[in-house]
């Protein structure tokens, strides 16, 4: 098995998301690591055993666009990243309003750290 990371922008995730799937990679996953000041998402894809890693930054009020135009199962870790950190996704295919796991009377944003 081999694996690669790349590092990406804000502004360029769904284009390197694009190619991906034209390439014939299948979306496995994403994290979201809070690093207090802001969010580091990695998107994971695979094909043939080949691993490949989108990494991308994003400041706490940054917005980060959804993936789920082009990986429409990406809806489900994206509501899970937005409603547990407070990551700004925009544009999700399937939007749960933050009431996938939580409801109104939970505390917002269970995982987000607070900034030092």
Known sequence: MSYQTKIITTENVIDQVKQLFSAGYRFVTATCVDERDKFRVIYSFDKDITLVNLE????????????????????????????????????????????????DENHPHPMAKEAE
């Open 56 to 103: 991308v930054e994003a400041g706490k009020n940054e917005e980060i666009p959804s993936i789920s135009g082009v990986y429409l199962c990406a809806f489900l870790i994206e509501n899970e990243m937005k409603e547990l950190f407070g990551l700004k996704v925009t544009d999700i295919a399937v939007d749960l309003g933050g009431h996938m796991f939580m409801t």
